[in-house]
């Protein structure tokens, strides 16, 4: 009888072919990566032909303690079970393995094992070691997403386009999502082995990995770091010491690495759209298709009751200024995934909401969702998870008070319209802006859409009354688009559609807000008695100086103006509110030339200082993903005004394809401004060397 020890000389994973099969080389191309529901194939080298009656048994661990062991079937049965085949020649073994379409994602150790007749196991290989990831290209895994150009942006892209500013003044910025670089997928499980799940009862959290409800829930609480290890920790005011401030981040692979380094200590700083960017890319590693939004106009309503109450003094200033206060946001980032919900009733698969930022407990957790679109579109607020509060971010009313000196509240303005305007996402077919409002919300002011208030248990808030007098004023204010640094009119008009003439004294507050409601500041105020003829209309302008707002305004949040109209005739008062966002000036970001893998090109970035002060501390800093890592380039000396400065940097392409070069400039009082330069990279082919055959 042949001498059984030492017969597995080799086991091959062909990591190369079955990533290309399996859609992941780019993730790695010597390490092996596979989805799950699709078969993979390994080839088993031994040093003679098997013995007669000998066989080659599989067996999977999961978990750093083994928590997990399956062992593989050898021919196919149920179809939730991994099972093998096997063809041989000679001493070489192709074995194809078989998972089901709802396996446990992360990685395995697979053991090869050699037995005899009578099961006895004469050899093992235990050293090999692959990862395992959701497949939505499988029509049996539960994320199964039948077009390809939906597959090709919401898992494969890498680079992204974030909405910005407000509802009728809509900015972007590009973001590196970054999914691909090197060992980003394992710092996503990484993620997940530090959830409180994880750390409590490490067997049952991975058992549940099969499931991609309950990972975005972890992914969406692990995020944000309230409670838990996890990775961002948010700030929305300055000062941003000891981190780096939230608009200054272009991608969330920087993010990811620093939390992985730091020993999964979290990383400062985040905000909505930096919480919803790193989720977008540990989301998309582990095979989830997911997609970022921003919902206009966005509300958070604390208490539930589908109503933003903003209580004003009789300056105007907001007294209940807390962090248990209702608030409307200018802009709010969130990511959907795509997904069937089996655990939900019929009608709730497709697109589903998540949100990282750390808000409000969900289930004692600071996270959000998954909630399916189409549950808040009916207003079915009774599934799974957290629907009432986000359909309360794209419906709720804002109802404005003034609370007067003895206490009393007097109702002054009600906004049924302007909650949930213009929710957009990156197209798929380019960087344009896609509008998917009316998968949120039927028409505003449609019967259908009263129908979805009343089934989800919303007061209809009666407007303010309105006189019937002839003397009806109308209040409204209007503004050219600012750049920041720039001086600029703010227009605020009363217009009189009465038969007669009207009096009243006008009060106009600017102030400076973060993009979240938060006060910064009070930059001007002015209140005049006002004189308006019948069917006439009166204009105040009030000029705004860049010294006026930028002592209380950052670059990247905008003014707030509001305006009170106070007339004997008038049953209430009228106000309006607008918010005014200050618009960026770009760098200039130029690659020129053909790029090709690992090939050197060089990079040339100018910025003209546009404000009427000197920039110091002037700071670029460039990535992009199969570029090139983070890189800071420091500006020698003070910028004056108006002055260019222009730098270059000079870097070799790591992976082929369409790829963006990001870059963000900062200086001491100017930051967060952008730039972006498309860079198609080419593939490097060797040359056939004719000697070799």
Known sequence: MANIRGLIMDVNLRSRENNLAHRTREIDRERLIVRRGQPFSITVQCSETLPPKHHLELVLHLGKKDEVVIKVQKERGAGDKWWFNQQGAQDEMLLTLHSPPDAII?????????TSPDGRILEKNDKIKFHLLFNPWCKDDVLYLPDESLLQEYVMNEDGVIYMGSWDSITSIFWSYGQFEDYV??????????SKDALKNSEMDIKLRSDPVYV????????NSNGDRGVLTGRWLEPYSGGVPPYKWNGSVPILQQWSKAGVRAVKYGQCWVFAAVACTVLRCLGIPTRLITNYASAHDVDGNLSIDVLLNERLERIDERN???????????VESWMRRGDLPKGNDGWQVLDPTPQELSDGEFCCGPCPVTAIKEGNLGVKYDAPFVFAEVNADIVQWIVQRDGRRQKIKVDQASVGRNISTKSVYGNQREDITLHYKYPEGSKKEREVYEKAGRRVTEPTKESAEPGQLKLSIKHAKPVFGTDFDVIVEVKN??????????????TAVTYNSIHRGECKRQTVSVTVPAYQAHKEVLRL?????AKCVSEHNPIRVKALLQAPGESEPIMTVANIPLSMPELLVQVPGKAVQQEQVTAFI?????????????????????????TEIPVNGSIFPSQKVSVRLSFSPVRPGVKK???????DRLKDVKGVATVVVHKKYRPICTECY
């Open 545 to 549: 100086h860049y010294d006026d707002y």
């Open 185 to 194: 997928m394992d710092i996503c499980f990484e993620v997940l082995d530090n």
């Open 497 to 510: 559609e009465g038969g007669r003439e009207a009096h009243g004294q006008l009060t106009v507050l600017i």
């Open 106 to 114: 992360g990685q395995y150790r697979l053991a090869v094992l050699m």
């Open 606 to 630: 100018s910025f003209t200082n546009p404000l009427p002060v000197t920039l110091k501390g002037g700071m670029f800093t460039l990535e992009g993903a199969g570029l090139l890592s983070v």
């Open 661 to 667: 070069l990001l870059v963000d400039f900062d200086s």
């Open 324 to 334: 248990k206060a209702d608030s409307s946001w200018n802009f709010h980032c969130w």
């Open 216 to 223: 975005s829930r972890i992914i969406t609480a692990m995020v």
